[in-house]
């Protein structure tokens, strides 16, 4: 079992950075895919970033690809998305999760993902 808690966000201007942390309990963090994906009321979650167990690969939407970095620090059990060039449209509840993978893959689905954190709200003011 993975518990997930996400940590950063709140109120960012226009055109600033903001920096989210989700930290892993267990002793098996490095056995998963983790992933960020955000939702707004009454839009499905979408699918933000994802990296591999071994951090090696990543992968992101078109919406954010150049602007938003995901990086992992399996000794420390936690993920890590790095925004930048924040935008109105990147305000969302941000939630973080892990999917339990043997291939060391990015899993940009909703559907392979196991657990999920509580999420953290990043507002970006115009």
């Known amino acids: 079992q993975v518990q997930l808690v996400e940590s950063g966000g709140g109120l960012v201007q226009a055109g600033g950075s903001s920096t989210l942390s989700c930290a892993a309990s267990?002793?098996?963090?490095?056995?998963?895919?983790m992933g960020w994906f955000r939702q707004v009321p009454g839009k499905e979650r979408e699918f933000v970033a994802a990296i591999s167990r071994s951090g090696g690969s990543t992968v992101y939407a078109e919406s954010v690809k150049g602007r938003f970095t995901i990086s992992r620090d399996n000794a420390k059990n936690t993920v890590y998305l790095q925004m930048n060039s924040l935008k109105p449209e990147d305000t969302a509840v941000y939630y973080c999760a892990a999917g339990f993978r043997v291939r060391d893959v990015p899993l940009q689905q909703r559907t392979e993902y196991d657990h999920w954190g509580q999420g953290t709200q990043v507002t970006v003011s115009s």
């Open positions: 267990g002793r098996t963090f490095s056995s998963y895919g």
